[in-house]
């Protein structure tokens, strides 16, 4: 057998993977804090209705604050398209066929935009609900949403978004009775997952629960300033 | 499928650190993986293989070690570690917590590294 004291056997190293996306995000967060930008975080399945929800909701906002928003998707223009409808900067991020948003994608896609000139910022993140969970983007808020029609046990397929979430919204909710929507059931998977989780229910075609999405996005962006001018 | 991406970031970072630590060649790339990690074990395993492909880590073995989620119970303010990642509820007392401690890491814990030889079991240098 070989003498092997000139090598090590085994090194240890003890760093975090993601270390390079986690850094950047920092970085943002830190740009987004400076300049009074509050960032949401959109994740969903396809279908879960986000870019017609997110069209009100920046339609809403749009009236009293400079709003913004970030659209990832594989191809396609649409939904930037749709969203724009709503008199926001939008900017597509075409990811190819990545199924996720990195920090570093949102970093570059920033580019020219002067973050002073914006109140509220919006992610939405690639339909999937599996990949973005790994991937901090510097914002504020991870909103994971489901709707009535996908059924009540999803938050315990997809534990993992879930469990990263801050805030769930059902959308679709004007369906639910006419899907058989089980309310309770819902809410007890999420809380199997994420205990504590606050929720929101909303519709973007009836109107319900958008004020109240748009009052929690104030109050929260306003908690974030207070945070700054007293640390 | 963002395994890939991840299989990229480790073997960037294995890189690095290897020639930080003077390891050459690496043997073994030892990875903690987290149950919440979101990252699944066996699309992750095929994807370095393919990602080493003619970088310096070709031919090292991935060796991951699968972290259970442990949670902090706020009622008999311990951790404990959940025999499954699901119901996160203290499997003491059954109170509901989301406070995870451990469990969500991907964390490039350790390089082995060998003086090439082939047929020498790591196992087999006990002196
Ligand atoms: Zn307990």
């Not at chain 1, 970030?70 to 990811?95: F, W, Y």
């Not at chain 1, 948003?101 to 002073?116: C, K, P, Q, S």
Request: hydrophobic share 40%.
């Amino acid at each position: 057998m070989q003498e092997t004291t000139s090598n090590p056997r085994i090194v240890e190293i003890r760093q975090n993977v993601l270390k390079k996306n986690d850094l950047l995000a920092r970085g943002l967060r830190k740009r987004f804090l400076d300049a009074g930008v509050y960032v949401t975080n959109l994740v969903s399945s396809p279908g879960a209705g986000k870019t017609t929800l997110l069209t009100e909701v920046l339609t809403r906002l749009g009236q009293r604050y400079r709003v913004a928003a970030l659209v990832g998707d594989l191809a396609t223009e649409n939904d930037a398209e749709r969203l724009r409808k709503s008199g926001a900067q939008v900017r597509q991020i075409t990811t190819g066929t990545v199924c996720h948003l990195e920090a570093e994608m949102v970093e570059r896609n920033l580019e020219g935009w002067d973050m002073r000139d914006i109140d509220f910022l919006f992610i939405e993140n690639v339909g999937n609900l599996v990949c973005p969970a790994s991937y901090d983007l510097g914002e504020n808020e991870r909103v994971v949403l489901f709707s009535v029609t996908e059924g009540e046990d999803k938050p315990v397929k997809y534990p993992t978004i879930v469990n990263s979430a801050d805030l769930a919204v059902i959308t679709k909710v004007d369906l639910a009775e006419a899907v058989g929507f089980q309310r309770e059931r819902f809410y007890e998977a999420l809380s199997e997952v994420r205990p504590g989780i606050p929720v929101l229910e909303v519709s973007a075609r009836s109107g319900e629960g958008i004020d109240e999405w748009v009052s929690h996005l104030e109050t929260a962006k306003r908690s974030c300033k207070e945070m700054v001018s007293t640390s | 499928m963002h395994e890939l991406s991840i299989a990229q970031s480790l073997v960037e970072l294995a890189i690095e650190a290897a020639a930080d630590a003077g390891i050459k060649p690496v043997k073994a790339v030892h990875l903690k993986l987290g149950t919440l990690s979101g990252v699944v074990k066996e699309s992750l395993e095929f994807s370095f293989d393919i990602v080493t492909e003619g970088t310096p880590l070709e031919g090292a073995r991935l060796v991951i070690e699968e972290v259970p989620v442990k949670v902090f119970c706020p009622d008999c303010r311990e951790a404990h570690v959940l025999p499954e990642p699901f119901p996160m509820r203290c499997p003491v007392c059954g109170v509901k917590t989301g406070q995870v401690l451990e469990g969500r890491e991907i964390e490039l814990y350790a390089l082995e590294g060998g003086e090439g030889d082939a047929g020498d079991d790591v196992e087999s240098t006990d002196r």
